[in-house]
């Protein structure tokens, strides 16, 4: 009877701890992140190249190949959020419906196919890969530019609003810097510049646990203090604090 009582204990503790296990390393993905799944799931990268990129031929189409997401190719086609919505929705704005682009690949309409949710994360997503985000604080202007030349949006993702994948790390993707994840990996403005100077921050290095998988993860987070100054650093900061639009 007392065995099968410890037994029943010892069964109780340890589904506790695979429970405790799913909750904290369950992931908190970024509407970007979403939004860059939902392109994937509706094949959006099939004609405008991963990230939207772009170079993909069209044969007769009006401008050689299918228009890139970035640059200033998506702003000869969109002139604001309600449109992008109305390419994805009906695969054309009201103000193009009447002008003919050519071309063998048509942009599909997914009115019956997305849901809101969906449409929501993918403008969330192409919003930042179009550069359609205006930044209204001239600190986090330059901090944003700093980021852009010191190759932060290839691992945080565009904007660093939602990274990429990151076989080994805690919840297998690297945080983007406006998710939920990020105020358990920086609690303070101190542990910020720890990361972005150092690559890593005491706490976690004190912490067996947070330190294991630090060393694990396949990507791992560079060290700038001998490439940034202080002051770069501070802008960074600064545009970070704007994206999240708090202050720590």
Same mark, same amino acid.
């Given at each position: 009877?007392?065995?099968?009582?410890?037994?029943?204990?010892?069964?109780?503790?340890?589904?506790?701890?695979?429970?405790?296990?799913?909750?904290?390393?369950? +992931?908190?993905?970024?509407?970007?992140?979403?939004?860059?799944?939902?392109?994937?799931?509706?094949?959006?990268?099939?004609?405008?190249?991963?990230?939207?990129?772009?170079?993909?031929?069209?044969?007769?189409?009006?401008?050689?190949? $299918?228009?890139?997401?970035?640059?200033?190719?998506?702003?000869?086609?969109?002139?604001?959020?309600?449109?992008?919505?109305?390419?994805?929705?009906?695969?054309? +704005?009201?103000?193009?419906?009447?002008?003919?682009?050519? &071309?063998?690949?048509?942009? +599909?309409? =997914?009115?019956?196919?997305?849901?809101?949710?969906?449409?929501?994360?993918?403008?969330? =997503?192409?919003?930042?890969?179009?550069?359609?985000?205006? $930044? /209204?604080?001239?600190?986090? @202007?330059?901090?944003?530019?700093?980021?852009?030349?010191? &190759?932060?949006?290839?691992?945080?993702?565009?904007?660093?609003?939602?990274?990429?994948?990151?076989?080994?790390?805690?919840?297998? =993707?690297?945080?983007?810097? /406006?998710?939920?994840?990020?105020?358990?990996?920086?609690?303070?403005?101190?542990?910020?510049?720890?990361?972005?100077?150092? &690559?890593?921050? @005491?706490?976690?290095?004190?912490?067996?646990?947070?330190?294991?998988?630090?060393?694990?993860?396949?990507?791992?987070? +560079?060290?700038? @203090?001998?490439?940034?100054?202080?002051?770069?650093?501070? =802008?960074? $900061?600064?545009?970070?604090?704007?994206?999240? @639009?708090?202050?720590?």
């Amino acid at each position: 009877m007392k065995r099968n009582i410890l037994l029943l204990i010892i069964f109780a503790i340890a589904s506790l701890l695979i429970i405790l296990r799913f909750i904290i390393t369950y +992931p908190n993905y970024t509407p970007v992140w979403k939004g860059r799944e939902v392109a994937f799931k509706y094949g959006c990268f099939n004609c405008h190249g991963f990230e939207g990129q772009g170079n993909i031929e069209n044969p007769g189409y009006r401008y050689r190949q $299918i228009p890139s997401w970035q640059g200033e190719t998506a702003m000869m086609f969109i002139l604001s959020e309600d449109e992008l919505k109305e390419w994805i929705l009906y695969g054309k +704005p009201k103000r193009l419906q009447n002008l003919e682009l050519g &071309g063998v690949i048509k942009m +599909p309409a =997914y009115e019956k196919i997305i849901s809101e949710k969906e449409l929501s994360d993918l403008i969330s =997503y192409l919003k930042a890969v179009m550069g359609l985000i205006k $930044i /209204d604080n001239d600190s986090a @202007k330059i901090g944003y530019e700093i980021a852009k030349k010191s &190759g932060c949006f290839g691992c945080h993702g565009p904007y660093g609003m939602g990274g990429m994948p990151n076989k080994g790390s805690f919840k297998g =993707y690297i945080p983007g810097w /406006d998710g939920k994840d990020f105020k358990d990996l920086v609690r303070d403005e101190n542990e910020l510049k720890e990361w972005i100077s150092d &690559g890593k921050i @005491k706490r976690f290095e004190k912490n067996p646990i947070a330190d294991r998988f630090l060393k694990k993860q396949i990507v791992k987070m +560079p060290a700038y @203090k001998s490439i940034l100054s202080e002051d770069e650093i501070n =802008y960074l $900061i600064s545009y970070i604090k704007w994206l999240r @639009k708090e202050n720590f």
